[in-house]
């Protein structure tokens, strides 16, 4: 979709969080519509399931009203079904498999030679043997689930749309994810894609499903995607790095980090100086599980303590920066933010109580759900965007 120019550049965050956060973005992108706010913005950051949603806003040309309508018909369906129809109907989900069987005989076969190695070593420790144990796999996951994802996202919902396709006079559009190879955020965007460490990918032809596919692997559930890409450095160098691409929100689950208005455009790729942030965050809040006896379970509760506290660090930051006049102003609609007193009273309210529960994953969303969580995104931002951000507003909207 097309914007205006605004007197100030206005940074949208939409975190990650599976459907719940397509759902709950779709109510606070609705409400930045209705306050004309939505067509200000000049940088949307989008992680995971922000990054669904992200992108389908990011390529549709049409009304809003058409854009809400796919949404829609996108959480009716899921991902998880048109993808396992996909595994079976198309060589993608042959090639996965074969993939699959081929890495489990390799990593088989390399176990065995470092356990042998290892005790030769042992008997004879003069051979320094010691770094063939180390021996990794050659072959690279060339296909895997999150390929046919990927596929599913290309033929079904972005038609094969690149990143260069996108509006010229749109939001710059990033979606993040994170490369674990160097441990540091991989943009996928329709200015520069790439990453700090390894610089700017070459490829021009980068399709949108690809960025998303990269920013939705959640890494308990979908292997990182696997491939090597061409880089070009800074200093005009160009070469070859493997990358192993998995879900965003493992470096930043709110999709800030390309908006921190002290961003070093010498070092960083696609920075520029961001005055107000509006971060859409769809996760719970506080939490009290069960305790975890097993370690699978405690894995999962270390993972997302850390998760947690990260989120926590950045938005603190958001407070720092206001603060201390780096930033002029934010709003952070939060899916699970205690509800303010009067406002439970307001007819059709939708609670925190009302929208608890529901899981981080790709299946086909309820149309109970997608009203309700929705909903709550919309009367979330409509409020605190009125509250926090009343310079953006026109003055008939601020006397609603």
């Given at each position: 979709?097309?914007?205006?120019?605004?007197?100030?550049?206005?940074?949208?965050?939409?975190?990650?969080?599976?459907?719940?956060?397509?759902?709950?973005?779709?109510?606070?992108?609705?409400?930045?519509?209705?306050?004309?706010?939505?067509?200000?913005?000049?940088?949307?950051?989008?992680?995971?399931?922000?990054?669904?949603?992200g992108a389908l806003y990011a390529t549709?040309?049409?009304?809003?009203?058409?854009?809400?309508?796919?949404?829609?018909?996108?959480?009716?369906?899921?991902?998880?079904?048109?993808?396992?129809?996909?595994?079976?109907?198309?060589?993608?989900?042959?090639?996965?498999?074969?993939?699959?069987?081929?890495?489990l005989g390799v990593n088989i076969f390399?176990?065995?030679?470092?356990?042998?190695?290892?005790?030769?070593?042992?008997?004879?420790?003069?051979?320094?043997?010691?770094?063939?144990?180390?021996?990794?796999?050659?072959?690279?996951?060339?296909?895997?689930?999150?390929?046919?994802?990927?596929?599913?996202?290309?033929?079904?919902?972005?038609?094969?749309?690149?990143?260069?396709?996108?509006?010229?006079?749109?939001?710059?559009?990033?979606?993040?994810?994170?490369?674990?190879?160097?441990?540091?955020?991989?943009?996928?965007?329709?200015?520069?894609?790439?990453?700090?460490?390894?610089?700017?990918?070459?490829?021009?032809?980068?399709?949108?499903?690809?960025?998303?596919?990269?920013?939705?692997?959640?890494?308990?559930?979908?292997?990182?995607?696997?491939?090597?890409?061409?880089?070009?450095?800074?200093?005009?160098?160009?070469?070859?790095?493997?990358?192993?691409?998995?879900?965003?929100?493992?470096?930043?689950?709110?999709?800030?980090?390309?908006?921190?208005?002290?961003?070093?455009?010498?070092?960083?790729?696609?920075?520029?100086?961001?005055?107000?942030?509006?971060?859409?965050?769809?996760?719970?809040?506080?939490?009290?599980?069960?305790?975890?006896?097993?370690?699978?379970?405690?894995?999962?509760?270390?993972?997302?303590?850390?998760?947690?506290?990260?989120?926590?660090?950045?938005?603190?930051?958001?407070?720092?920066?206001?603060?201390?006049?780096?930033?002029?102003?934010?709003?952070?609609?939060?899916?699970?933010?205690?509800?303010?007193?009067?406002?439970?009273?307001?007819?059709?309210?939708?609670?925190?109580?009302?929208?608890?529960?529901?899981?981080?994953?790709?299946?086909?969303?309820?149309?109970?759900?997608?009203?309700?969580?929705?909903?709550?995104?919309?009367?979330?931002?409509?409020?605190?965007?009125?509250?926090?951000?009343?310079?953006?507003?026109?003055?008939?909207?601020?006397?609603?």
């Open positions: 979709m097309s914007r205006k120019e605004a007197p100030e550049t206005i940074g949208l965050a939409l975190s990650g969080g599976g459907s719940r956060a397509i759902a709950f973005h779709l109510g606070c992108l609705r409400a930045l519509h209705d306050l004309g706010v939505l067509e200000k913005v000049g940088v949307i950051s989008t992680v995971s399931g922000g990054s669904v949603v549709h040309q049409g009304s809003f009203e058409q854009f809400e309508k796919k949404t829609r018909d996108f959480l009716r369906a899921g991902l998880v079904g048109p993808s396992v129809k996909k595994a079976f109907t198309s060589l993608e989900g042959l090639n996965a498999f074969i993939c699959s069987l081929l890495l390399l176990m065995m030679f470092a356990v042998v190695v290892r005790g030769i070593s042992w008997v004879l420790p003069g051979l320094r043997l010691q770094a063939l144990g180390a021996v990794r796999a050659p072959l690279r996951r060339y296909a895997s689930r999150t390929t046919i994802l990927r596929r599913v996202l290309d033929d079904d919902v972005f038609g094969g749309r690149k990143f260069r396709d996108l509006p010229k006079d749109g939001p710059l559009f990033i979606a993040n994810a994170a490369d674990l190879r160097t441990g540091s955020a991989f943009y996928f965007s329709n200015r520069d894609s790439g990453s700090w460490r390894l610089g700017r990918v070459c490829d021009d032809n980068l399709k949108v499903s690809h960025g998303v596919a990269a920013s939705a692997a959640y890494p308990l559930l979908l292997p990182a995607l696997d491939e090597t890409l061409a880089f070009e450095k800074r200093d005009g160098t160009r070469r070859e790095e493997r990358v192993t691409l998995t879900d965003g929100g493992v470096y930043d689950n709110l999709g800030l980090a390309p908006l921190w208005p002290d961003r070093d455009p010498s070092v960083s790729l696609n920075a520029q100086k961001i005055d107000t942030i509006i971060c859409c965050r769809a996760g719970y809040g506080l939490r009290f599980d069960s305790p975890n006896q097993f370690m699978l379970a405690r894995m999962a509760s270390a993972f997302t303590t850390i998760h947690d506290r990260a989120q926590n660090f950045a938005t603190k930051r958001l407070f720092d920066l206001r603060a201390a006049g780096q930033l002029k102003a934010f709003a952070m609609p939060y899916l699970g933010m205690k509800d303010q007193a009067g406002l439970c009273d307001e007819e059709g309210f939708v609670s925190r109580e009302d929208v608890f529960g529901y899981p981080t994953d790709f299946s086909a969303m309820p149309d109970v759900w997608i009203e309700k969580l929705s909903k709550r995104g919309e009367q979330l931002t409509h409020r605190l965007v009125k509250e926090h951000l009343p310079h953006l507003l026109a003055k008939d909207e601020l006397a609603c």
